[in-house]
């Protein structure tokens, strides 16, 4: 079977949420921005030619007009995938089955780990320059997956953008003292932002402990912030493979926690919250005592990034597609053919 694949040049969104961002066309839009609107809703969302000059507030004559000049000037691109699961082929099934914008990093070549990390976070860096606008508010993580997407950041011309830590650090004597103040820092330097610490534990140890820190003024002010927040950049964690998440470590999280973990089914967590197979984070007992952003917080977080680049974390990856969690994703090859696989 032939698979055609078209994809957008001037920049990958949501298609979900370009009726949110896409107003009635005036001057104040460039030819080419214009294009690409009546490209996106034609192409990408599929709606017919009336229903574009009804969105663009522009005539059927002006939108075919419109879309030759897309193809003309090559805003988008039509590319025959005649190998079954290229990253293309891999890009427009993930799009299709979960609603999200997606990109599927080239790496049958790649075997280890380290390195897949790395090429699938060039690719998240680079989607960042056209994902951050002008006065975000940014939430990023911090683990392995999100510290090769930090080692890769460029400058980016934007202004008013601010970079917060969306939870807690664990061990520092296990990571390094300055490990997540190095990931945030390189996010502060390629935006030009202010970056705004997170400084708690990943875990209390206890719900007391949690609750007197939390009445903190200063910790109160992050987390009111933390519930503006415009886009979070994000990987996921599991329990699972030769090489666990690190806050499934041993050194990271109790025996008796790991305990807790496994009684309540858990098969993942995000951002230090902790989920079930069903996607559940209710009575799961140790995200009473974790900094993590509640789940019912992050899906009023417009853009919710995530990068993943492991196998291990497929099953993972799928609770949190169909559940909702994810809006975009940057993941490599191996790892969406798994999700993909029934």
Same mark, same amino acid.
């Given at each position: 079977?032939?698979?055609?694949?078209?994809?957008?040049?001037?920049?990958?969104?949501?298609?979900?949420?370009? /009726?949110l961002? $896409?107003?009635? *066309? %005036? #001057?104040?839009r460039?030819?080419?921005? &214009?294009?690409a609107?009546?490209?996106?809703?034609?192409?990408?969302?599929?709606?017919?030619?009336?229903?574009?000059?009804?969105?663009?507030?522009?005539?059927?004559?002006?939108?075919s007009?419109?879309?030759?000049?897309?193809?003309?000037?090559?805003v988008i691109?039509?590319n025959?995938?005649r190998?079954?699961?290229?990253a293309?082929?891999?890009q427009?099934r993930?799009?299709r089955k979960?609603?999200? /914008?997606?990109? $599927?990093t080239? *790496? %049958? #070549?790649?075997?280890?780990?380290?390195? &897949?990390?790395?090429?699938?976070?060039r690719?998240?860096?680079?989607?960042?320059?056209?994902l951050?606008?002008?006065s975000?508010?940014?939430?990023?993580t911090?683990?392995?997956?999100?510290?090769?997407?930090?080692l890769?950041?460029?400058r980016?011309?934007?202004?008013?953008?601010?970079?917060?830590q969306l939870?807690?650090?664990g061990?520092?004597?296990?990571y390094?003292?300055?490990?997540v103040?190095q990931?945030?820092s390189?996010?502060?330097?390629?935006?030009?932002?202010?970056?705004?610490?997170?400084?708690?534990?990943?875990?209390?140890?206890?719900?007391?402990?949690?609750?007197?820190?939390?009445?903190?003024?200063?910790?109160?002010?992050?987390l009111?912030?933390?519930k503006?927040?415009?886009?979070?950049?994000?990987s996921?964690?599991?329990p699972?493979?030769?090489?666990?998440s690190?806050?499934?470590?041993?050194?990271a999280?109790?025996?008796?926690?790991?305990?807790?973990l496994?009684?309540?089914?858990?098969?993942g967590?995000?951002?230090?919250?902790?989920?079930?197979?069903?996607?559940?984070?209710s009575?799961?007992?140790?995200?009473?005592r974790?900094?993590?952003?509640?789940?019912?917080?992050l899906?009023?977080?417009?853009l919710?990034l995530?990068?993943?680049?492991?196998?291990e974390?497929?099953?993972?990856?799928?609770?949190?597609?169909?559940?909702g969690?994810v809006?975009h994703?940057?993941i490599?090859?191996?790892?969406?053919?798994?999700?993909?696989?029934?």
């Amino acid at each position: 079977m032939c698979h055609i694949i078209y994809r957008m040049v001037t920049q990958m969104q949501n298609p979900q949420s370009h /009726s949110l961002r $896409v107003q009635k *066309t %005036s #001057g104040k839009r460039t030819t080419r921005e &214009r294009i690409a609107d009546a490209a996106e809703l034609y192409w990408v969302q599929g709606l017919k030619i009336e229903s574009v000059a009804h969105q663009l507030g522009v005539s059927r004559s002006t939108v075919s007009r419109l879309l030759a000049l897309a193809r003309e000037r090559n805003v988008i691109e039509f590319n025959v995938h005649r190998e079954k699961d290229s990253a293309g082929e891999l890009q427009e099934r993930l799009r299709r089955k979960y609603g999200i /914008s997606v990109v $599927v990093t080239e *790496t %049958s #070549g790649v075997t280890d780990i380290q390195s &897949r990390r790395l090429e699938v976070g060039r690719d998240a860096a680079t989607w960042l320059g056209t994902l951050v606008k002008p006065s975000m508010k940014i939430g990023v993580t911090w683990g392995r997956t999100i510290e090769a997407v930090s080692l890769q950041l460029t400058r980016q011309q934007h202004s008013d953008i601010t970079i917060m830590q969306l939870h807690g650090f664990g061990d520092s004597m296990l990571y390094g003292e300055n490990y997540v103040t190095q990931i945030l820092s390189r996010f502060g330097a390629a935006f030009d932002a202010p970056v705004y610490l997170f400084p708690v534990p990943a875990i209390f140890s206890s719900e007391r402990t949690k609750q007197m820190m939390f009445k903190e003024p200063s910790i109160q002010h992050l987390l009111q912030m933390r519930k503006t927040l415009d886009l979070i950049i994000t990987s996921m964690g599991t329990p699972a493979g030769n090489q666990p998440s690190l806050l499934f470590s041993s050194q990271a999280i109790s025996a008796r926690d790991r305990q807790l973990l496994k009684e309540d089914h858990v098969i993942g967590n995000l951002a230090s919250v902790f989920f079930r197979e069903d996607g559940s984070t209710s009575d799961v007992a140790v995200n009473r005592r974790t900094t993590g952003m509640p789940i019912s917080e992050l899906l009023k977080v417009p853009l919710r990034l995530f990068v993943v680049a492991d196998v291990e974390k497929a099953q993972a990856l799928k609770v949190a597609l169909n559940a909702g969690y994810v809006t975009h994703l940057v993941i490599d090859q191996e790892t969406a053919k798994q999700v993909l696989r029934e």
